[in-house]
């Protein structure tokens, strides 16, 4: 059975604290994983892609890396605006399939 | 209008009413989903619609029924709703790429059901 489990399920750091949140996973056949933001209230926001292992991927304060069992996020020197729930998702199968989520990680940042 | 949008953003339902939660995607996607998500649960798969035609229906009660009439719009049609369906229900689009590689979904603001 397809599943993801992402560690921990909550976590608090200083401003300026770095950290890395886990997304392990177990699929047939990855199609890709993806990383969203969610802010309380709101839709997933799109983050990153990965496809294959090996693959990294950097947008500001953020980095995702990719392994055959599992990914991390990367928080370098986080701000308090960074506080939100970090959702983690795998995708198999065909095109245009569902998306399976862990629960998510939920960060807060204080300054 | 950019991205994906639903309406309306809240709502609140008897268990006897009928309603219908609306998307529209603006992106020129061929894939639409509706996701459920509830407290401290993942989000949850209800539908999907490829090419406006359903794909996926992941073993979701009779009481919610969708409509893709196009592209660009999907609809759940809500009726006779329990307390427990209250929840957050996001409307995704994607572009379904056959061969290799994931499609990335983008997901709607959501509408927040309470079932009274």
């Known amino acids: 059975e397809d599943q993801v489990t992402q560690s921990p399920e909550a976590l608090r750091l200083q401003e300026g604290e770095s950290s890395s949140l886990n997304c392990s996973y177990t699929v047939s056949g990855l199609r890709g994983l993806f990383w969203y933001r969610q802010d309380p209230g709101k839709g997933p926001e799109f983050l990153f892609t990965?496809?294959?292992a090996g693959e990294e991927k950097e947008k500001e304060r953020l980095k995702a890396t990719l392994t055959k069992k599992e990914s991390f996020l990367h928080i370098t020197a986080p701000k308090p605006e960074d506080s939100a729930t970090y959702l983690c998702a795998v995708q198999a199968g065909q095109a245009g399939t569902a998306l399976i989520f862990g629960k998510g990680t939920t960060l807060s940042v204080s300054s | 209008e950019t991205g994906v949008t639903q309406t309306p953003r809240h709502l609140v339902m008897g268990m006897t009413n009928k309603k219908s939660l609306k998307c529209e995607q603006h992106l020129g996607h061929n894939a639409m989903y509706w996701y459920k998500q509830s407290a401290k649960k993942p989000l949850e798969l209800m539908f999907v619609y490829s090419l406006e035609e359903r794909v996926e229906n992941n073993s979701v009660p009779s009481r919610f029924s969708p409509e893709c009439p196009n592209s660009s719009h999907l609809f759940l049609h809500l009726h006779t709703l329990q307390p427990e369906d209250s929840a957050l229900y996001l409307c995704?689009?994607?572009?379904?790429?056959?061969?290799?590689?994931?499609?990335?979904?983008?997901f709607g603001p959501g509408t927040r059901l309470t079932v009274l």
């Open positions: 995704a689009s994607s572009q379904a790429v056959t061969g290799g590689g994931g499609d990335t979904q983008y």
């Open positions: 990965l496809y294959s």
